[in-house]
Structure formats: structure tokens, C-alpha cells
């Protein structure tokens, strides 16, 4: 069974940093791609960033670019996203996903966290 657990989120002052983790428990981690979305009140859930089995493709939405980071750890089944300069606009519930296959074109997948709060005041 696929299982993925964020963490790092909470209530940071705009301008502000957080990193945002993702431990994923599933077979094979280091073959599948994975991405992290995040979801506003009132809105959809959107691509913030993905990455490929071995970070060696990275895809930012144009909104965060200079901004956060996605990285892995493949020997820790893990994701990050680091999180800087941060705006009021950045609010919203941060979630995980594991792609089909190894390519950042495979996330979204089927899986997803349960998502982690991140709250940016003014």
C-alpha cells in the first residue's frame, strides 16, 4: 500500500521560509517521479513543483521560480519542497504526489498525502 505523510507546514510572516517534507512508503521509490500541488480555499488543486526519478528534471510552476525548491532523497523515500520569500498569495493546504513512472510528466499519479497547512500573513 502507497502511503504519503507531509510534514514542515504552519504559520510563517510573509517574506518568510518553510520546508515542507514528504516521506512516501511504497516499493521502488526511487523509480517514480513526484510532485507537489497545493490547494487554496475556494479553489483548485495546482502544480507548484515536480521532479523526476533522479532530480534531474525539475518542472516549477512560473509563480514560485527563484522561489522554492524541490529536491529528493531517495535513500530516505523522501521529497522536499524549501519554501522562501513567501507571500500571503502562497496560502493554502500543500500536498504530495507520487507519479506512475519515473518522468515528471507521470505526476499527478493516484497517490496523495493527506496534505499540510501553510498559512503566510501579511
Known amino acids: 500500500q502507497v502511503q504519503l505523510v507531509e510534514s514542515g507546514g504552519g504559520l510563517v510572516q510573509a517574506g518568510g521560509s518553510l520546508r515542507l517534507s514528504c516521506t512516501v512508503s511504497?516499493?521502488?521509490?526511487?523509480?517514480?517521479?513526484l510532485g507537489w500541488f497545493r490547494q487554496a480555499p475556494g479553489k483548485k488543486r495546482d502544480l507548484v513543483a515536480r521532479?523526476?526519478?533522479?532530480?534531474?528534471?525539475?518542472d516549477y510552476v512560473d509563480s514560485v521560480k527563484g522561489r522554492f525548491t524541490i529536491s529528493r532523497d531517495n535513500a530516505k523515500n523522501t521529497v522536499y519542497l524549501q519554501m522562501s520569500s513567501l507571500s500571503p498569495e502562497d496560502t493554502a493546504v500543500y500536498y504530495c504526489?507520487?507519479?506512475?513512472?519515473?518522468?515528471?510528466?507521470?505526476?499527478?499519479?493516484?497517490?496523495w498525502g493527506q496534505g499540510t497547512q501553510v498559512t503566510v500573513s501579511s
Open positions: 504526489n507520487r507519479g506512475t513512472s519515473s518522468g515528471t510528466a507521470s505526476v499527478p499519479g493516484v497517490y
Open positions: 511504497t516499493e521502488s521509490f526511487s523509480h517514480y517521479a
Open positions: 521532479i523526476n526519478w533522479s532530480g534531474s528534471s525539475i
